[in-house]
């Protein structure tokens, strides 16, 4: 089981920054790619950044040029840099993560999310 730990929510300024982190521990074998989705209320989750085990990253289009999707230094960790933050950025963020868990003879896949972490932007 693998699980994933949030932080940095919190309320922001339109224009302000906020960096989201996230880290995920468990019997991983391998990391597919880790990344952050958000809802917003009555919309459906989409996604925000995401990044592969190649290093190939994937933005939506509303957040390119504005938000950076980093791995950090430890091992299964990345970071969600927001800059010039807009209050449509304003939703719950969640973190992903997907991959394989077990031994070399014996991985099983997983898709993994994290419990959420409120960004609001005021205006």
């Known amino acids: 089981q693998v699980q994933l730990v949030e932080s940095g929510g919190g309320l922001v300024q339109a224009g302000g920054s906020l960096r989201l982190s996230c880290a995920a521990s468990?019997?991983?074998?391998?990391?597919?790619?880790m990344g952050w989705y958000r809802q917003a209320p009555g919309k459906q989750r989409e996604l925000v950044a995401l990044?592969?085990?190649?290093?190939?990253?994937d933005y939506a289009d509303s957040v390119k040029g504005r938000f950076t999707l980093s791995r950090g230094n430890a091992k299964n960790t990345v970071y969600l840099q927001m800059n010039s933050v807009k209050p449509e950025d304003t939703a719950v963020y969640y973190c992903?993560?997907?991959?394989?868990?077990?031994?070399?003879?014996?991985?099983?896949?997983?898709?993994?999310w994290g419990q959420g972490t409120q960004v609001t932007v005021s205006s």
């Open positions: 990044i592969t085990s190649g290093g190939s990253t």
């Open positions: 468990g019997n991983i074998f391998s990391m597919n790619a």
């Open positions: 992903n993560a997907r991959g394989h868990t077990g031994q070399p003879l014996n991985v099983m896949s997983f898709d993994s």
